[in-house]
C-alpha cells in the first residue's frame, strides 16, 4: 500500500514536473509579447513629444491625442471610429429622429465617400444624389486621403448655407457638381399609404420611432380600408434605408414573424454571441408581404429583409442590397466623446453572413431610368378603342352596377400603371400581392 502511495504522489510530482516545464516557455513568450507592446507605447510617447516640441507649427495635444486615437479605430474597418464629444452628441440626436445636414448615409471606398442612400425627402434626395455615388470633392476641395469623420466633417455646416459637392457615378462619363442648401434633416422613420387594396409600409430609417410609427401607420391603414379583410397584403420598403439601431430592426422582424429566430451576432469569443428570436403575434395576420431593396438598403434593413426572407414570410423584390453584416457597439468614454467598434457579425435565421455580399431578392427587378424623351414620346402617343369608332356597337348585355364594376377595376388597374411609370419596383411589388390574393381566393 506505501508503495502503491508513494508511486501516486511520485505521478503527481513528475506532473506538475511537465506542466512548468511547458508553461515557462509560454510565461515567457507572454512576457515579451507584453514588452514588446509597452516598447511600441514608449515609440508613441516619444513621437508625440518630438511633434509637440519640434513641428513646424504649434499644436493642440488633445487633438493629436484624438487623431492617433480615429487612427488607430479608423484602421479596423470602415465602421470602427472615434467620436469626440461634438460628434457623440449629433449621433445621439441622430437616433432620436432629428438633426441637421444634407440628408445621406456614406461610407468610405477606395479613399473616397460613397454614398449608402439618401434620406427620404431630404436635401441631398431633393438634389438628386443616389446610392452608390462617389463623392470626390466639397465646395472643391479633394476628399481624397481624408477620414470618414473628416470628410463628413467638410459637409457639414450651417442650416441654410450652400454646398457643392462633386459626383462620379456610374454610367456618366465624367464626374459632376450638386449644389445643396443644407437644412435640419427631420426623419419620418415610416410613412404609412394604401395603394389600390395593398399597404404600402416606407421605413426610412431605424431609429427610436421605427417600430412605434410602423405598427400605428398599419393599423390606420387598416381602419380606413374597413378591416384587414379589406387589404391583400403589405409592401415593406426598405429601399434606401441605410439601417440604424438593431433592436429596432429585431422589433420590425418581429412584428411579422409568429416564432422561429430572427438574427443572430457572432463576436470574437463564442460566448458572447446572441440570439434574438420572434414571439407570437403578427400584425399583418398572415397577409402575403412584399419586401422591397436595393443597393441602398444596409444593415438593420439587410436584418430584417434576411430574416423574412429565411422564414419565407416575405417575398424579396429589388436588387441586392449593401452587404453591412456587422454590429458596433457605442461605448462612452471619458470626456463625454465615445468609441463605435466593430463587435461582431450578424447572421441570418438561416445562417449566413450577409457582410460584403448582401440579401440577394428572391425576383430581381431593376429600377429603369426613363430619359425625357422617351417620357414625351409615350405621352404624345394616341389611345384608341373599339369605343371610339364611329359607329360602334353599345354593350347591353351588362347591367349599370356591373358596368360600374368595371369602370372601378379599371380605374384600379390604370392607377397601378401610372404608379409603374413613376415606381416600377413598387408597382411590381403590388402586382405581386395582388397574384397572391387572386390565387388565395380561388
Given at each position: ?81 472615434y467620436l469626440s464629444p461634438n460628434d457623440a452628441e449629433q449621433m445621439r440626436v441622430q437616433t432620436r429622429g432629428e ?203 439587410e436584418i430584417v429583409a434576411g430574416a423574412l426572407q429565411d422564414h419565407r414570410r416575405a417575398i424579396v423584390v429589388g ?39 448582401g440579401v440577394s431578392p428572391d425576383i430581381i427587378v431593376e429600377q429603369p431610368r426613363r430619359t425625357p424623351a422617351e ?68
Amino acid at each position: 500500500m506505501k508503495k502503491f502511495v508513494i508511486a501516486a504522489l511520485s505521478g503527481s510530482l513528475a506532473g506538475i514536473i511537465v506542466t512548468s516545464q511547458v508553461a515557462g516557455p509560454l510565461v515567457a513568450q507572454e512576457a515579451k509579447k507584453n514588452a514588446s507592446v509597452y516598447e511600441q507605447l514608449d515609440l508613441f510617447g516619444d513621437i508625440f513629444e518630438r511633434i509637440r516640441i519640434q513641428y513646424v507649427e504649434e499644436v493642440e495635444a488633445g487633438e493629436l491625442i484624438e487623431a492617433a486615437i480615429d487612427g488607430m479605430l479608423t484602421s479596423l474597418d470602415p465602421h470602427s471610429s472615434y467620436l469626440s464629444p461634438n460628434d457623440a452628441e449629433q449621433m445621439r440626436v441622430q437616433t432620436r429622429g432629428e438633426f441637421g445636414g444634407l440628408g445621406i448615409e456614406v461610407t468610405q471606398e477606395e479613399g473616397f465617400v460613397k454614398v449608402v442612400s439618401p434620406m427620404d425627402g431630404t436635401p441631398a434626395d431633393e438634389a438628386g444624389v443616389e446610392a452608390g455615388d462617389f463623392i470626390t470633392h466639397v465646395n472643391g476641395e479633394s476628399l481624397l486621403g481624408l477620414t470618414l469623420d473628416k470628410a463628413v466633417d467638410l459637409m457639414r455646416g450651417p442650416v441654410g448655407s450652400e454646398i457643392v459637392i462633386t459626383v462620379v457615378r456610374e454610367g456618366e462619363q465624367e464626374p459632376f457638381d450638386v449644389s445643396i442648401i443644407r437644412d435640419t434633416i427631420k426623419l419620418t422613420a415610416v410613412r404609412a399609404r394604401t395603394e389600390g387594396t395593398s399597404v404600402v409600409l416606407r421605413v426610412t430609417t431605424f431609429n427610436d420611432q421605427t417600430f412605434a410609427n410602423l405598427e400605428e401607420g398599419l393599423m390606420e391603414q387598416v381602419d380606413e380600408a374597413g378591416g384587414m379583410d379589406k387589404i391583400n397584403g403589405v409592401v415593406l420598403d426598405l429601399r434606401n434605408n441605410p439601417g440604424g439601431l438593431l433592436t429596432q430592426a429585431i422589433k420590425v422582424s418581429d412584428a411579422f414573424l409568429e416564432e422561429g429566430e430572427i438574427v443572430s451576432t457572432r463576436g470574437r469569443n463564442p460566448e458572447d454571441g446572441e440570439r434574438f428570436n420572434a414571439g407570437e403575434g403578427d400584425l399583418a395576420d398572415g397577409k402575403p408581404i412584399v419586401v422591397l431593396i436595393n443597393g441602398g438598403s444596409a444593415s438593420a434593413s439587410e436584418i430584417v429583409a434576411g430574416a423574412l426572407q429565411d422564414h419565407r414570410r416575405a417575398i424579396v423584390v429589388g436588387t441586392k442590397s449593401f452587404g453591412k453584416g456587422s454590429v458596433q457597439t457605442v461605448m462612452p468614454l471619458r470626456g463625454e466623446g465615445a468609441m463605435r467598434l466593430t463587435t461582431a457579425r450578424y447572421y441570418t435565421p438561416s445562417g449566413r453572413s450577409i457582410q460584403a455580399l448582401g440579401v440577394s431578392p428572391d425576383i430581381i427587378v431593376e429600377q429603369p431610368r426613363r430619359t425625357p424623351a422617351e417620357e414625351e414620346e409615350e405621352n404624345d402617343r394616341p389611345s384608341r378603342s373599339e369605343a371610339d369608332l364611329r359607329g360602334s356597337l353599345n354593350n347591353d348585355s351588362l347591367t349599370e352596377d356591373e358596368i360600374r364594376q368595371i369602370e372601378e377595376d379599371r380605374a384600379k388597374a390604370e392607377a397601378t400603371a401610372e404608379l409603374r411609370e413613376q415606381d416600377y419596383q413598387m408597382a411590381y411589388a403590388i402586382d405581386i400581392l395582388k397574384g397572391l390574393s387572386a390565387f388565395g381566393n380561388e
